[in-house]
Structures are given as C-alpha cells and as structure tokens.
C-alpha cells in the first residue's frame, strides 16, 4: 500500500469521482515504497497527482473525468468536448508539470551530481 498525501480525499469536494477513484486504485495498489501526492503546489500549479517511486522515477497523472463520446477532436495543444468546449491536452499538462517539478528540484544543489568520465566508465564496467 502507497503513502499518499494526504491521507484521504473522500471529503474534498474539489476532487472529482475520478480523482477519488484513482486516488484509491493508486494507494492500494502501488508498492509500499511508493509516494503519492495529491493536488500539491508546484510553483502555483496544481497536477492531480505526483508519484515518487525509487525504481519509477516521477510520474504525474491528470485525471479528467470526460466521456470518451464527448470527445469531438483533439490535437497536441488542445482537447475538444461537447459537454465543456474547448479544454488543454492532458498530456501536455502532465508534461508542463513534471517539467516544473524538475525545475524545482534543479534548485536543490544537494540533488545535483556532476558526473565524470571516470564515474561513467565505473558505472559502464560495473554493469558488466
């Protein structure tokens, strides 16, 4: 089971049907080392959800609860729906954010390494 942030959305009534669908597919079926965090800032953008895991890396998920009928047309920039008009492309969201989140952590000189020929070619002999 994941560690997820916060501990329950059930009562938000900002978070969608599935927001709160996904948000408890992903704590009860993600690895216990997993993190999942739900609308946290990133510099004054909200994804729905963040996920750390030390063998995944970092994802981001935009949930959008459209009907895939109402769906009309859609392009890289943009998304057309007959129930909501014209929305951003989810993908291109997603990778805005964790574009963000990267730059963030570039802040963070503890979390930058420098990696050197030599450090390269350890690396390359240790993997055989």
Avoid: H
């Amino acid at each position: 089971m994941a560690k997820v942030i916060p501990e329950s959305i059930s009562s938000i009534e900002a978070a969608t049907a599935g927001e709160k669908r996904l948000f408890k597919i992903l704590q009860n079926n993600l690895p216990s080392d997993y993190i999942v965090w739900y609308d946290i800032r990133v510099n004054k953008r909200y994804p729905d959800f963040v996920i750390l895991g030390l063998d995944l890396g970092i994802v981001v998920l935009e949930v959008k609860d459209w009907s895939l009928n109402s769906i009309e047309s859609a392009n890289s920039n943009t998304y057309t729906l007959s129930t909501l008009g014209t929305k951003a492309n989810p993908l291109r969201q997603a990778r805005e954010y964790i574009l963000n989140i990267v730059n963030e952590l570039k802040k963070d000189k503890c979390l930058l390494q420098r990696i050197t020929m030599k450090m390269l070619k350890s690396y390359i002999s240790m993997d055989g």
